[in-house]
């Protein structure tokens, strides 16, 4: 089979430059936006969030059911042309989402955000589950799979640091006129992303290529579901992975409340820990596929997720301090990127799975499927934010906040992931049941040197 080349790897990785770069904005700061610019209540925006993530119960599967069918009959590549068909969609929509038009009510304002923030969902979900899905059909080989989830960690760090350095700039600038801040960031974005999407597509290739059959037109969902239900690894990697989204992205939402009212003048510390995430990607997205082969998957995951709950309590125990916080990123970060950049690979991995006990790939359907809990996971985090911020008493503009408020603002920083890191600590420890591929064939030669 086909080696997978430096400039492939490349290419995959931009695939996903593009995808955070509009991610990264909506995750980090339309929260924000949506209480801060456009007046809308921190309960009502969770709410938007948790929503749009329903209506994805409905589009991510009948996406996912496309792309495994689109090409279904005939040779030829079955997921790259969605890079180029649906880069500008994604970019459009993404700028209106931190655009409205002047003069509307209360109401109105509430209707623009939903259509435009479930608009750009849909357009994200159409290029984004087939990007997933190409990594099946561009290798096989374990450890080419895991260099793959490397530059996909790569590329998606990439694009969630690009909006986390520029904002905090544009907000010091535009800081009596936020909207022009908002939106200036996010057309930035969108071209950035549209450029990146443009050269995924040019720099990538299908090398496994599946013979048509007419077998696909009979997988449908209900049975998908039903092979899924057998397949403990896959639920392991979706429910933790929708765990771990919560985490991150629950954490990412608070952030900028936590440093602007119980660190203030700590808001440098945005930019500094996406610094921190870039250095620990860059150093550990090189050498996971070398740590797998040595310790395998489910020894690093249960590590890493034991070590993010520790951490995380005793930082909620500590006085918050801006230096403490920045120790806080050092530590915390790599053990998120870990499982981050390993994720990927374990749902290829277990898709092969699928196939072992079912004769079916279905690689769009398990991809969407992988994609939808890893939304609810930001729709999750998006609704605890936004009602916690209710429920804890947040008024926006005032100069103090009560201490009440502090605490909760603390609680939803560090006891929220600190309990979501548990969740998936329990997760891998009880439900990770594929042995690990370089490990398992290495024994295999061993045996046989042996037995020669």
Known sequence: MKTLTKINRIGYALGDVGNTLTFGMTSAFLLAYYTDVLGISAAAAGTIFLVARMWDAINDPMMGAFCDKMFSKRRGEKFRPFLLKGSWPVVVCAILVFWAPAGLSDIQKLVWAYATYILWGMAYTFVNIPYGSLATVMTKDPQERASLAGSRAVGGMIGSIAPNILMPLLLSIYADDLSTAYLYAMAIMGLLSFLAYIMAYRFTSENIQHEPTTTTENVNFATTLKTVGKNKPYLCVSIASMFLLTAMMGQGSILYYFLSENLPGGLWLISANSVVMMVSVFLLAPTVGKIVGKFGVKRIMVTCF???????????????????????FVIHGPLLMVPSILFWANVADCIDYNYEISGQRSEGILYSSYSFMRKMGQAFAGFIAGMGLSIIGYTAGLEMQAESTLLGIKGIMFALPGICMFACFLLYKTMWTLKDKTIQNDSETELAEAEA
């Open 306 to 328: 034991l070590l993010a709950t520790i951490v995380n309590a005793i930082w909620f125990a500590m006085p918050a301090s801006v230096y403490g916080t920045l120790v806080y």
